[in-house]
Nanobody, 123 residues
Framework: QVQLVESGGGLVQSGGSLRLSCAASGFPFRLITMGWYRQAPGKGRELVATITGGGRTNYADSVWGRFTISRDNAQNTVDLQMSSLKPEDTAVYYC?????????????????WGQGTQVTVSS
């Protein structure tokens, strides 16, 4: 059974930092591209950052240079270190396991999402 459990959200002042973590289980984690996405009130879900099983990263322009995605294939975790936070970073942040190319989360090749964790940045 695929499970993704996020933690680490909370309330922080503008300019502060937070670290989100996603604990994964039930699939071959080291092979799978993992991502962090976010959804602000009244907006669609958007990409924040992704990291392949081999460690190649991709970031949204809006977080470039402020956020860092990393993974620990031994612990089956993927983290998002967020610095220089802005009020516009306020959103629910979701962890995602992506079936990409030859690496599928499971046989149906569907993607999986965590339940989300709230990040609120006050001005």
């Amino acid at each position: 059974q695929v499970q993704l459990v996020e933690s680490g959200g909370g309330l922080v002042q503008s300019g502060g930092s937070l670290r989100l973590s996603c604990a994964a289980s039930g699939f071959p984690f080291r092979l799978i591209t993992m991502g962090w996405y976010r959804q602000a009130p009244g907006k669609g879900r958007e990409l924040v950052a992704t990291i392949t099983g081999g460690g190649r990263t991709n970031y949204a322009d809006s977080v470039w240079g402020r956020f860092t995605i990393s993974r620990d294939n031994a612990q089956n975790t993927v983290d998002l270190q967020m610095s220089s936070l802005k009020p516009e970073d306020t959103a629910v942040y979701y962890c995602k396991a992506e079936s990409v190319g030859g690496a599928a989360v499971e046989s149906t090749r569907r993607d999986y999402w965590g339940q989300g964790t709230q990040v609120t940045v006050s001005s």
